[in-house]
Each structure stands twice: as structure tokens, then as C-alpha cells.
């Protein structure tokens, strides 16, 4: 296959992986996709030692870091991350946190024996930096920003290491937004898409994205999209390549959770819901008794981006180790339906392409016809 993205990364196929886990990212570059690790819940430290491990793993093949620095978030002036941390806890309601250790013990989780201090991780400006820092000290192709354009500082730096960058939009308006700080790549997001999204349709969004930024930027194609079929539309829409990221959770090398796997690979399309209740911004994950307490007539509401995540981190992990079916969650998107079977990531890669080849073929012969 040949597009402006694999010309420009020198990739076999247009196909983006996103995987908070290195052993995927690794397997994916070798396939002849780009791996692109998520690197949020990773303290600087552990994205060193990550990145060295796939540097020695990926077989020289490209890939990428994806970052997140919220154009918009509590606290975004309140000094630097350890201040941050402190003034931030304090502002969370006690009702709040009264609901979550109610809601905890319903459901027999029990109380937690671990020090928090995880809970900020890289959700804002000044704990997203360090890790760019870290990035760029390896041989990455990629780096990539969520929820909003990434600062014009950033990108600048990113470019002066040779290193391109891309920028998740979800509508028209926040793509030029993109464009206008230098971005290379824009990944339009439709609301199928798992984690942050927003609300419309991947089928809607990738024209109206191509033709807001031009052709002068490449599009990559997100939300929902995990079969041949599907990038062969993306293609169609005018999109050079695919954005992944829910299919990397059932391969084989993925490190999900032992308790949310079968809830992933029995789940159907209909199975998420887009919430409030992970981060305090929209949001698509599994739908359990999680997210139906905090939709319920009990709950206190969602705090903002990032003290809504502060609040529940430390329930997150005890509910992981309590193995409580009901309560365990994961962020997932819609096409988690088709996700039905474990398969090594190169399998998956394989099987995207022979049906996308297939797709090809059926619209070639209908043309001709």
C-alpha cells in the first residue's frame, strides 16, 4: 500500500496502533503498521525504561509516543506538578469522595493498603512535559497529542528533533485549531472511537476534517475502525491511514487487565457508553454498574479534568485486584463488538489488510460492471 503516510514514515501500511503497552507497539512496527505508545500513565522514569526496551525490540522499524496535554484543565495555573497535586486534592469535595467509598463498599472492594501518588499522571501541562522530554531523547518518528492542540513550544521541538507531529481532533474546528500550531497529522476522531471522544460519527467527520485542513495536511482516520472494510472507507473519505486503538486490546501481547479481558472479548457494539466519569471529559468505556452509579440520581456529578481522575485512581486499582465483575471498567469503543477472538498483533494486521484487499476488489468489480 502506498499513501503520503507511509511515503513520509517509510511503513508498509497506513495503519496506526495505539497501546499503552510496549510489547504491542513493538509487534505492530514489525508488522509493517507504526506502533504508537501511550505514554500517560508512565512516570518519566518508566517512559525511559519503556522506550529503551522497544528501541531494543522494534527491529529499527518507526513508531511512535502519544502524549496528552489538555488544551483546557483545572489548575492549569497553579504552579508546577507538585503543587498542582496538593492544591488540587484539596479541592475535591468530601461528598465526592464519600459516594466513591460508598459506591466501594457496596460492592465489597476493600479498603486500599498502597500510598496513592499516581493520581495526576501526565493528564496536564506540567506532568505531559517530562515525558515529551523523555520522548525525544529516543528515535522516535511520532509524536502525538490528545484533547486539543499541543503548545506551539512543543511542536517546535518535536520538529527541531525531526520528529512529526500529530494532533486528535473532533470536529472541523478543532483540526484548523491543529493546523494553525504547525501540526503535520491530523487524527480525526468520531464518537465511536474508545477513551476521549467526541460526538460525531467517524463517517461524517473524515470529509468534513479533509476538507477543512486541506491538502496540504494528511488525515488519519479514527473511531471505530478495526477491520478492512472500514479503512478501505476511511481511504475512500480521504483519509491516508488509520488511527487504532480498542483492537490492541484482545491481541496477544496486550497486558489488559485479567478481569476486564472477557468482558472485552464478550462485549457487542452496544456494550459502551461515552462518560464523564473516567476523567471528567467525554469519555467512551465499557458500560458496568461503574458508569451506571455515576449516572444515577446518588451521584454528586463529575468533577473537571484532571481532579475527577484524582478522585477515582485509587478505586481503580482496588477494584482490579477485588476482581469485582460489576464494577471492573476499561476504556473501549464500538467496534469492541468484533473483538472476539485473541489473536497476535501481526495476525490482526494481516487480517485488516487481506479484507481490505478484498474490499478493493469488490469496488473495482462493481465499477467495471
Avoid at 62 to 76: H, I, L, Q, R, T
Avoid at 333 to 344: C, D, W
Amino acid at each position: 500500500m502506498r499513501t503520503r503516510v507511509t511515503e513520509l514514515f517509510g511503513i508498509e501500511y497506513p495503519i496506526f496502533a495505539f497501546s499503552h503497552c510496549r510489547d504491542v507497539v513493538a509487534a505492530v512496527s514489525r508488522a509493517g503498521g507504526m506502533g504508537v505508545l501511550g505514554a500517560l500513565y508512565f512516570t518519566p522514569e518508566e517512559l525511559e525504561l519503556e522506550l529503551k526496551w522497544i528501541d531494543e525490540n522494534v527491529g529499527g522499524k518507526p513508531y511512535g509516543v502519544d502524549v496528552v496535554m489538555p488544551a483546557k484543565y483545572e489548575g492549569a495555573d497553579l504552579g508546577d506538578a507538585d503543587e498542582l497535586l496538593g492544591k488540587l486534592q484539596g479541592m475535591i469535595p468530601q461528598e465526592h469522595r464519600q459516594f466513591l467509598e460508598e459506591l466501594l463498599t457496596e460492592h465489597g472492594v476493600e479498603p486500599s493498603t498502597e500510598t496513592a501518588g499516581r493520581a495526576l499522571l501526565g493528564w496536564t501541562d506540567q506532568t505531559a512535559r517530562p515525558q515529551v522530554e523523555v520522548a525525544l531523547r529516543h528515535p522516535i518518528a511520532l509524536l502525538a497529542n490528545a484533547l486539543g492542540p499541543p503548545p506551539a513550544d512543543v511542536v517546535e521541538l518535536a520538529h527541531e528533533h525531526g520528529v512529526k507531529v500529530a494532533g486528535l481532533a473532533s470536529n472541523a474546528r478543532h483540526a484548523r485549531k491543529q493546523v494553525e500550531v504547525g501540526v503535520d497529522i491530523i487524527v480525526a476522531q468520531g464518537t465511536e472511537a474508545g477513551g476521549h471522544t467526541g460526538d460525531v460519527s467517524t463517517m461524517v467527520l473524515i470529509p468534513e476534517v479533509v476538507d477543512a485542513v486541506g491538502e496540504d495536511t494528511m488525515v488519519l482516520a479514527a473511531g471505530g475502525i478495526g477491520r478492512g472494510r472500514q479503512m478501505a472507507a476511511a481511504l475512500a473519505l480521504g483519509a491516508e491511514g488509520v488511527w487504532t486503538g480498542s483492537i490492541w486490546l484482545t491481541v496477544e501481547e496486550a497486558d489488559t487487565p485479567e478481569g476486564a479481558l472477557p468482558k472485552l472479548l464478550k462485549a457487542t457494539s452496544r456494550d459502551t457508553v461515552r462518560s464523564r466519569a473516567w476523567t471528567g471529559k467525554p469519555a467512551r468505556f465499557l458500560k458496568t454498574a461503574w458508569t451506571e452509579a455515576w449516572e444515577s440520581e446518588k451521584s454528586p456529578g463529575y468533577l473537571p479534568m484532571p481532579m475527577q481522575f484524582m478522585l477515582i485512581s485509587d478505586a481503580l486499582r482496588r477494584i482490579s485486584r477485588s476482581g469485582d465483575g460489576e464494577l471492573i471498567t476499561f476504556p473501549v469503543g464500538q467496534i469492541v463488538g468484533s473483538m472476539n477472538q485473541v489473536k497476535p498483533s501481526s495476525k490482526v494486521i494481516l487480517d485488516i489488510i487481506e479484507e481490505y484487499i478484498e474490499a478493493i476488489e469488490r469496488l473495482n468489480t462493481i465499477t467495471e460492471g
